[in-house]
């Protein structure tokens, strides 16, 4: 993830170090850990039961839980994430990963969270509006958007010494996607292989396709939904 300090209209740059700022800063102000801020505002409310932060290194029961992880050839399952501390360290399942993607994007306790992402993503020039979705990759709060073979995709992704996930949303769709792998001999191509793969069987499976297109019938799609896909999927960063 990253804030982005750049002058208005120049660009944007990715950095860890803005949200390890970021993170003193809530705990200065608040006089609260990131623990209990976690717990308080996100893992507690969106009963996130299988999701944790620690402020050092994880529990012996909690470590023998995990999957072991790799990075390139050498173990790298962790039990200490604490040196990214505002910036990660949190471990989850894919439960609740899926959970935490309706709630940031399709609950109604956070309505206006994905108005306010999107907002950030929209072109202040007077550009048409195939132009101003379809330009790139782009990123507001914590999430990145860009076009696909399948419309525009929300995501977040998350990278660390031994492992990947990702927690991309299509909203043309009404479609969550979570995952998570080991790192071990993956490449920057990898997400792109596995999103491409996941969606073209799940396009072609009938029951899928009749909820897909019964959400669609029932919701006022954004405006943007009806502009081309793209030819490919492009994740730079990944």
């Not at 740059?13 to 949200?19: A, D, G, I, M, V």
């Not at 994880?58 to 050498?74: E, I, N, T, V």
């Not at 399952?77 to 439960?95: D, E, R, V, Y």
């Not at 907002?119 to 509006?129: Q, Y």
Request: net charge positive.
């Amino acid at each position: 993830m990253c804030i982005c300090l750049t002058r208005s209209g120049t660009g944007w740059h990715y950095s860890n170090t803005n949200y390890v700022l970021l993170g003193l800063i809530a705990q200065q102000v608040t006089h609260q850990s990131l623990s209990q801020l976690y717990q308080n505002h996100f893992f507690i409310p969106f009963k996130l039961n299988k999701t944790y932060y620690f402020a050092e290194h994880f529990p012996k029961d909690l470590q023998s839980k995990f999957w072991p992880g790799f990075y390139k050839k050498y173990p790298a399952t962790p039990n200490n994430m604490t040196w990214l501390q505002g910036a990660g360290g949190i471990i989850s399942n894919l439960k609740d990963l899926t959970l935490w993607g309706q709630a940031l994007y399709q609950s109604p306790a956070l309505a206006n969270n994905f108005t306010q992402i999107t907002a950030g993503m929209v072109s202040t020039t007077n550009g048409a509006l195939e132009a101003q979705y379809t330009s790139g990759m782009t990123y507001n709060a914590g999430v990145f958007r860009t076009n696909t073979p399948y419309g525009m995709m929300w995501y977040t992704p998350g990278l660390d010494s031994g492992y990947r996930n990702m927690l991309a949303f299509f909203p043309c769709q009404g479609l969550i996607i979570a995952y998570t792998m080991n790192n071990g001999g993956t490449r920057y191509s990898t997400h792109q292989v596995l999103l491409n793969l996941l969606l073209t069987n799940l396009m072609a499976d009938f029951s899928v396709k009749k909820v897909l297109g019964a959400y669609q019938n029932k919701v006022q799609l954004p405006q943007y939904c009806s502009l081309p896909p793209s030819k490919g999927f492009n994740l730079p960063l990944l």
